[in-house]
């Protein structure tokens, strides 16, 4: 069995990075949010890992990497992600910011991939992150699932194995445990946790096989419009400073008593 | 328009605290709003969780159970949210953003053509609408969603975050109205279980009081020039057992891991915290051999009480976050602990 992947990931600001909120034209933004350096979304890469370590390892699978960002900062992070695995690129020029609304997020990706002309939705597998590191919201893979016609989801998959029965999922549920179940087949949709493979190692072969495809589908990246009637208001940064008590030179026996004693109480 | 409490039971047919927390502010916006409140419960048998909640003052319940609605599965669970939220008519949802709900209520709402918002930890009301707050950026910042309810003609549901209200203790007599879902293609997925860690090697504990946190600095050289990681791991594990604590990492003591380095053993992405982590709740945290800014502190955000160990009496993360740092070798400190707790 063939499959046709599909994976929806965009960009984040470095997790690294001091991030400051600040009034905007169109909203909430972050402090020179155009200058912060950018990743690929942790969750979003772990799919696409995940994605590209499947079709390895079965005949005639494809994988596209659907992105809605701005295209300048795209094209920045893909000539790093173009290297990590091989992919075909459908881009939306559109905001990255954690300040959208995951509905009209889903939809303009939805459009994109709608739009992809040699999907096969019988064959396709929908991958994406089950949360962000910008708006974090966890909703809308499903509702790109929804749209498409979807509906056997699965989310905060850690583990995907193709069986003779069917896809076998491993999905986290509370309590540090995972829920076992499998779907006869395409077409699903797979919300990642972490899933289970490291960052792959650059390879430069399959980075330039990547840009032959990045560069034309920047070109191409049609403008999303994110709709109205949704705003964020008041966004500050948690505001209590601790005053903290630095213990220096205590015998650690007393550090242990008083930790224990702490714990205890 | 009608505000839905929408919620799953448990294996055990009751429900879950987050959802009695989420009944809790459900009541709050009722009241606050002036509309009516609805119940919607979803599970196999619902007559236990229907009368732990009897008393809410609400208008009707409705409930969708069976075999079929027994394990969580996205394909039934969101087909039987937009029956209840549908029979409920409901325009406004509360939710608990439990991992069932929050994998099938946003195909929900759009299915309803409404809108979602998760993981809300506050939830006033103005101008007769809902002003939920949430956190944006892992929990490094937080603002307030408005949206124009005129602009689409679903439900808005919202689910709330644990911990962000007092549990509902309201039991009583209710006679759910049973809401009919055809199963037509929708039983494509099966579950076939859960898999849990052995109880021995079982580190996460989301309802233990205490988090420990194991930092990188667990894995380096120590004073002799040597790595001890076989040492670090016992002294963790020793201490986890003893305390019956949960165990949390930062990203880079996981990724050590699978970039083939000697490290703890036991640390999977499931312990990772922080910014491309969990954000556990505890009422403690101590924070062993952590160094870094910004990510480890967000992985602290809902931790009440807060303690430190670590050789860096500048560690900018702790300054201002940590209730106390002992600037200390943790391998002692945590190997005297372990001796104190054995006692």
């Known amino acids: 069995m063939s499959y046709h992947i599909v994976v929806c990931g965009s960009i984040v600001p470095d997790p690294l990075q001091t991030l400051t909120p600040v009034d905007g034209p169109q909203g909430p933004a972050l402090k020179n949010e155009m200058m912060l350096p950018a990743v690929l979304d942790p969750w979003a890469g772990h799919a696409l890992y995940e994605a590209a370590n499947l079709a390895a390892r079965h005949a005639d699978c494809r994988v596209w990497l659907v992105s809605l960002g701005p295209k300048a900062k795209l094209q920045q992070v893909m000539m790093a992600v173009a290297q990590k695995a091989p992919f075909e690129l459908v881009a939306v020029d559109g905001p990255a910011s954690g300040f959208t609304d995951s509905f009209a997020v889903a939809e303009a990706l939805a459009e994109a991939i709608e739009g992809i002309a040699d999907l096969d939705r019988d064959k396709l597998l929908l991958f994406g992150g089950w949360q962000s590191a910008s708006r974090g919201a966890g909703s809308t893979i499903q509702m790109v699932a929804e749209r498409l016609g979807i509906v056997d989801q699965f989310q905060g998959v850690d583990q995907l194995n193709i069986t003779d029965n069917g896809l076998e999922v491993l999905e986290r549920i509370e309590g540090g445990s995972w829920l076992t179940s499998t779907v006869q087949g395409a077409p699903a949709a797979f919300g990642w946790a972490t899933g289970e493979l490291p960052e792959p190692p650059n390879n430069p072969q399959v980075g330039m096989m990547n840009m032959k495809t990045i560069m034309p589908a920047l070109q191409k990246a049609k403008p999303a419009a994110l709709g109205n009637g949704f705003g964020v208001n008041n966004v500050s940064l948690p505001q209590v400073v601790r005053e903290t008590r630095v213990v220096k030179d205590m015998p650690v026996d007393d550090i242990a008593r008083e930790l224990v004693d702490w714990i205890q109480g | ?343």
Not at chain 2, 122 to 134: K, S
Not at chain 2, 206 to 222: F, I, R, S, Y
């Open chain 2, 1 to 343: 328009m009608s505000i839905l409490y929408l919620a799953h039971t448990d294996d055990n047919g009751s429900l879950p605290k987050a959802a009695l927390e989420a009944l809790t502010a459900a009541q709050k916006l009722a009241a606050d709003l002036g509309r009516p409140l609805k119940i919607g419960l979803l599970g196999a048998d619902v007559q236990q969780a229907a009368q732990s909640i009897g008393g809410c003052n609400a208008e009707a319940f409705f409930s969708v159970s069976g075999e079929a609605f027994g394990p969580s599965r996205y394909s039934t669970d969101a087909a039987a949210c937009a029956a209840l939220c549908s029979a409920a008519e409901a325009g406004i949802v509360i939710a608990p953003a439990t991992l069932r709900l929050a994998r099938c209520l946003p195909g929900t709402a759009y299915r309803l053509g409404g809108r979602i918002d998760t993981n809300i930890t506050a939830l006033d009301a103005a101008d007769g609408q809902p002003l939920p707050t949430r956190w944006y950026y892992r929990q490094r910042m937080s603002g307030q969603v408005q949206r124009d309810t005129q602009s689409f003609s679903g439900p808005w549901i919202l689910t709330l975050a644990p911990g962000c209200a007092a549990p509902a203790e309201c039991p009583g007599q209710a006679a759910p109205q049973a809401v009919d879902v055809p199963l037509d293609g929708l039983t494509r997925t099966t579950v076939t279980g859960v898999k849990q860690p052995n109880v021995d090697a079982q580190t996460i504990r989301p309802d233990a009081d205490l988090l420990l946190v194991a930092g990188a600095g667990w894995t380096k050289k120590q004073n002799d020039g040597q790595a001890h990681v076989k040492e670090a791991g016992e002294l963790l594990l020793d201490f986890l057992g003893k305390t019956k604590s949960s165990l949390g990492s930062s990203k880079s003591l996981v990724d050590l891991g699978s970039e083939g380095q000697d490290v703890l053993d036991f640390l999977t992405h499931l312990h990772q915290v922080g910014q491309t982590g969990s954000t556990p709740r505890h009422p403690k945290g101590l924070a062993t051999c952590c160094h870094g800014e910004e990510p480890h502190v967000v992985g602290w955000r809902f931790i009440n009480e807060r303690r430190a160990v670590n050789l860096d009496a500048g560690c900018g993360w702790a300054h201002g976050k940590a209730d106390v740092l002992y600037v200390a070798d943790a391998f002692d400190v945590m190997k005297k602990v372990n001796e104190l707790l054995g006692k």
